[in-house]
């Protein structure tokens, strides 16, 4: 390709996430339901407040595009978040892939759930050739500058937190296994519940008011149980009403008449 004065900016130039897509029959499948099953509940109950639903995106195992050098380089978080970029690639289209130069914003959040082939490159504690990419540790924290990087261990339950200061991550200290996001007004923490009928700790989005963000599904649950509690609330309201008017009519008094 010529170049041209000005240059061309990357969003026309370099490829899209039609050329970069995420599905590759080369890459193994995931490694177990944990997986599959806790980033879909990060999903359900990842709301901020001050955010419209059309403002934010989240994906998991996508590919994630970074470095307009290298555009075929990628890494491919368990879970991340994206706020203030369009849910849809260019209010269009459902994303193959999470191409940077193209979206022109950045995760805020990103959460990889460690197995025992990955934890020492998601904690940053794997060295690269000059010739490799970088490792995941060094795209979350120099390159996308990604504010807040969440490492689980199903394995032990283990929660830590990395959130960017100046220009590296630093350790949260931890007490209450909860980390509290001010720009999102959510917070993520650890959840013993049940979800996918596993009971278990899971991550899970709390709001400002240290209460578990429900999911569509508990929603629903709880939308069941007003209607009945309501319809119950209503019976014992007939049924006062009708011992009442019973009495009534044992005095000699008409209850439609008083």
Known sequence: MYQVDPPLPPKEVLPTMYDLPSEDPKEPGLPDEFHDFQPQLLRETFHPPNYRPDEVFVASDLNLYYDIRHPLWYKRPDWFGVVGNSKLYEDRDLRL???????GVSPFVVVE????????????????????????????????????????????????????????????????????????????????GTYQGIERLWLRWYDANGNW???????MLQERQRTVQERQRAEQERQRADRLAARLRELGVNPDEV
């Open 213 to 219: 963000i429900s999911t569509p599904g508990e929603e």
């Open 97 to 103: 892939s999470y191409v940077i130069w193209q979206e």
């Open 113 to 192: 759930l460690l197995s025992p082939g990955t934890e020492k490159e998601d904690l940053g504690q794997t060295l690269r050739t000059v010739d490799e990419p970088p490792t995941k540790w060094q795209v979350y924290e120099q390159i996308l500058r990604v504010p807040y990087y969440i490492v689980f261990d199903r394995y032990t339950d283990r929660l830590r937190a990395f959130m960017l200061q100046a220009d590296r991550y630093v350790e949260m200290n931890l007490e209450e296994t909860r980390i509290w996001m001010p720009t999102l007004k959510l917070g993520l923490g650890l959840w013993q």
